[in-house]
């Protein structure tokens, strides 16, 4: 516990100092009077990621049982762009002979080579891994609508788009400054080209690891939805699942550690680079942002694991089904013995139908599927829709019969019993004599 708590502290710390940043941002760009579109577009941007962090905040400070520490890179880079890019308006602001009040060289404005529009949309990635992994943590405490759940899907799906064009982005910048300053010999052009060679294999490795993955992802999938609906004792064939579903988890655990052992070899390359490069370099300014291309590289590939963990979750411990059925004494199930979130709905048609939905244990669910498959099998020996005929809508003169529009008022129209005749009930009287 000790541990978490410390975990939290530094998370939350880091949660504030993003937060504190992105509204000193804020304020600094709404000190001036002149604000075109695209910063118009960075302060609706700056408004909503203040809106999650705000979020983020409030559940680490009341949550202890979610690790979202996976967030801190992704915090401190958030943190220091707003900080950097504070500073980038106040020193092109300087330079201008013109006041707060009309001033508009926001088109000057640079970070890491991009405009106010590529630093809007990285503000819009940091903020959109954030909101994912505070769903990602919500969706195991507690339930959401079948629309939430399509929403969230879409927007992982987004977010890792646009991390990814990001990164590739990334990618050819610091080519760029490698191609530039990495040329000053023959051997370091020889070093460089090896070093870069080296970096094209690990990343296609990496993604061969990554389709694999998910190929082993769609394999686990596959049965428990087939699978789902078959009768038969309980263990029946639970001993090969088990044994193939633990093999499969020992094939993605492997993969997972290769692809770490890939990532820490490409970081290492990275860094490789990186010295060749400031070795170059004279500007003070140039290192500074490399050094944040550097980070910046780093945090992307860490935002993509985080959308990529919460897809996996959601696969893995959410389902969407939507259960039709149509006929008489038909029984509907739409439940979860897994523990597996389950979104759905049952609709059945026809007469006399059931529905059973919820959180059962194995052994539960069959007793339930017998004890209403029992009852079902007794009524229908008295009653069915095939053999007793519907009552009228209308009734039936005769006396007493006034009532009845009251009766179908208060308990519905109701079936007629079938009377005994004269003889069973004649043989029913001398039964109870002789037994007396």
């Known amino acids: 516990m000790a541990e978490a708590v410390g975990l ?22 709404q000190s001036f009077q002149f604000h075109p579109k695209r910063v118009r577009d960075l302060n609706e941007e700056l408004d909503a990621l203040c809106g999650v962090l705000n979020a983020l905040t409030e559940t680490v400070k009341n949550t202890t049982d979610v690790d979202l520490s996976a967030l801190d890179l992704p915090l401190l880079r958030c943190g220091n762009a707003c900080k950097d890019f504070e500073r980038e308006i106040l020193k092109v602001s300087s330079r201008s002979s013109a006041s707060r009040t009309s001033f508009r060289d926001w088109a000057k404005l640079r970070y890491m080579g991009d405009d106010i529009d590529g630093f809007r949309q990285l503000l819009a990635g940091y903020k959109s891994t954030i909101n994912i992994a505070l769903t990602d943590a919500n969706l195991r405490q507690s339930s959401v609508t079948a629309e939430g759940l399509e929403s969230y899907r879409g927007l992982i799906k987004t977010a ?48 061969i ?86 980070e910046e590289w780093e945090t992307a590939r860490q935002c993509i694991d985080i959308c990529s963990k919460a897809d996996t979750h959601l696969k893995e411990n959410a389902s969407t089904i939507e259960n039709y059925a149509t006929g008489d004494e038909t029984i509907q199930f739409l439940v979860s013995t897994d523990g597996k979130t389950v979104h759905g709905k049952n609709q059945g048609f026809g007469w006399r139908t059931r529905q059973v939905g919820g959180h059962f244990s194995d052994a539960s669910l069959q007793q339930l599927s017998r004890d209403i498959s029992s009852i079902s099998f007794q009524k229908s020996d008295v009653e069915s829709p095939s053999s007793q005929a519907r009552p009228p809508a209308v009734p039936d003169d005769g006396p007493g019969n006034g009532s009845s529009s009251k009766f179908d008022d208060q308990y519905g129209q109701g079936f007629k019993l079938t009377s005994k005749s004269h003889v069973e009930v004649a043989r029913s009287s001398k039964g109870q004599e002789k037994t007396g």
Not at 12 to 29: E, H, P, R, Y
Not at 164 to 192: P, Q, Y
Request: some cysteine.
């Open 8 to 29: 939290a502290s530094g998370l939350l710390a880091l949660t504030i100092f993003a937060f504190k940043s992105s509204v000193a941002l804020n304020g600094t760009i």
């Open 160 to 207: 890792t788009d646009d991390l990814e064009a990001h990164l590739e982005s990334i990618d050819n910048k610091l080519e760029t400054i490698f191609g530039r300053t990495v040329a000053a010999s023959d051997s370091d052009a020889a070093e460089l080209r090896l070093i870069r060679e080296e970096r094209l294999s690990t990343q296609k490795c990496l993604q």
């Open 209 to 294: 690891c990554a389709q694999l993955s998910d190929h082993i992802n769609q394999i686990q999938v596959e049965p428990l939805r087939s699978g789902g609906s078959s009768a038969g004792p309980i263990g029946t064939g639970a001993l090969p699942a088990r044994v193939t579903s633990e093999g499969l988890q020992e094939c993605r655990d492997s993969l997972r550690l290769t692809a770490a052992k890939l990532e820490r070899h490409m970081q290492d390359l990275i860094d490789r680079l990186l010295t060749k490069s400031k070795k170059a370099m004279s500007s003070e300014e140039e290192i500074a942002d490399l050094a944040r291309l550097r």
